[in-house]
């Protein structure tokens, strides 16, 4: 299982909370291959924690999907399965464009400007390849969308699907620049609706950008 020792170390964090942020990390990025094997040992040396919140990170990556554990056995990554990944993209499609729809009503000129700085650090990762960043800007877009509608439900049952796809997505992302560039058009598309109060507009845009790479499936996967 290799695992390097270059990574950067999130600052201000618990163990607890530093072990799980750097697991999930190298497994959406793919460090930590699907079907491999994780032993905590070799984890826990390498994070430099005991085998306590290597175990406690297990249980929540486990929740969220990216792991499977074998009680008594071992501990693997989970694979990554087209048919779940099209079930999981429905649902989280339509409650981003429900908060889309509810976001013109609540939006402001300074979440437009939000909005607009966060795609263009989304655009710029792309330029220097830092994937990994341009994800999180990708998300963070999303979020400050699903924050504006102001309903907690949408948050809470998005932020749990949007852990299961993060692979899928960090796979999508790492294609072609072009395809990055419609991404940036997409959000783009999505503020001027959202700016010009245009509702239908905003839920149709916020739906085409998020099925984008279903149409790319069967070759990525």
Partial sequence: MP????????VRLSAKERTLTQLQKWIVEGTLQPGE??????????????RTPIREAFQLLEVQGLIQTFPGKETRVTTLEKDDIVKLYGPLT????LAAELAVANIQQENIEELRAINASFSECFDKEQYYQAMEFDEKFHDTILQIANNPYILTFSSSLQMHIRRYKYIFIKRPNWES????KDHEAIIQALESRDVEAAASLMKHNLLRPLKNLDAML
Avoid at 3 to 10: A, E
Avoid at 38 to 46: K, T
Avoid at 94 to 97: M, S, V
């Fill in 94 to 97: 339509a409650l981003h464009a």
């Fill in 37 to 50: 094997k994780l032993v905590d040992s070799e984890l826990a040396e390498a994070l430099g924690v005991s």
């Fill in 181 to 184: 560039q419609a991404a940036a």
């Fill in 3 to 10: 695992i390097p020792n270059d990574y950067s170390t999130p």
